[in-house]
């Protein structure tokens, strides 16, 4: 009986003290994070800071369009790459460039999504120029590289209506795809966390889904730097317009979609949009 006396509170002050460490380290990695934060805050806004941004919108729409428009080139040259791996590639790669460098631009890679983000007043219209020039540079890079490697092989990858689909079919099929990617994109930078695992895995799985039953429609373009870069570089603009219509309006439709689901843009989403990882709204 003495010892279970006596070696009761000791076990109790051995909780607590184990209680309090592990209360103080969680407080301590909490502060830490959030010094991370304002300092990638203060770097975002740091007008020295634009090339790294302009710099990683160029890089990773680059890349965007060297998988998306190369798997269809290569699948001209090979029947070892399959419709389906075509359709998947371009979602891993927005999965893959979302990790590696969402912090220092948002990770756009797109014009419209730059749109979109500014439209929900999450994004300032003063930097979308730049943006949309980043991206369009990356993207006709892209179908250069292609052009220097492969010919007009596939077409460089251009995206068109197929099965004999006509423009209009073509048009709101892309319209409806666009409008699901931007809700996808939107909807994943409303709250905290979401350039990161949330939106890499939700904006590239949904990429990929479009592609399963869009690409073999109309190439399930979604961007209109993918499909505008091959159309530049191979010299047909025959049905361009179908594709710069329909992103844009799909990105239009769903920033309404957006403002009917959640109303008034949050905090969280306009910090996401810069390429910040906020954990939690200031009291």
Do not use: C
């Not at 428009?69 to 927005?94: D, F, H, N, R, Y």
Request: aromatic content about 10%; cysteine-free.
């Amino acid at each position: 009986m003495p010892d279970v006396i006596f070696h009761q509170p000791l076990t109790t002050i051995f909780g607590g003290y184990i209680a309090d460490r592990i209360q103080n380290q969680s407080r301590s990695e909490v502060m830490t994070k959030q010094s991370e934060v304002k300092k990638e805050a203060e770097q975002f806004l740091d007008p020295s800071r634009a090339w790294r941004r302009f710099f990683s919108e160029l890089w990773g729409t680059f890349l965007l369009v060297l998988v998306g428009a190369g798997a269809a080139v290569v699948g001209k040259l090979s029947s070892e790459v399959t419709l389906a791996m075509q359709v998947v590639t371009p979602g891993i790669m927005v999965m893959t460039i979302i990790y590696f460098m969402g912090t220092v631009s948002g990770a756009h890679l797109n014009p419209v999504v730059t749109i979109a983000f500014a439209l929900r007043s999450h994004f300032p219209w003063k930097r979308v120029p730049m943006y949309i020039l980043a991206q369009l540079s990356g993207a006709i890079l892209a179908a250069l590289f292609l052009k220097s490697m492969f010919g007009e092989t596939g077409d460089l990858g251009a995206t068109t209506p197929k099965l004999g689909f006509t423009p209009l079919q073509a048009l709101i099929i892309e319209i409806v795809l666009t409008t699901g990617l931007i809700n996808t994109i939107l909807g994943t930078a409303s709250g905290p966390r979401n350039i990161g695992h949330n939106a890499a895995i939700a904006i590239g799985g949904y990429i990929s889904l479009a592609g399963f039953w869009a690409a073999p429609l109309t190439g399930a373009s979604m961007n209109p730097a993918r499909s505008l870069a091959p159309d530049i570089v191979r010299g047909n603009f025959e049905t361009t317009w179908i594709y710069i219509s329909a992103t844009l309006i799909g990105a239009l439709v769903a920033v309404g979609f957006e403002w009917i689901l959640k109303g008034k843009p949050s905090k969280h989403a306009t910090m996401e949009a810069q390429g910040m990882e906020p954990e939690k709204d200031d009291q």
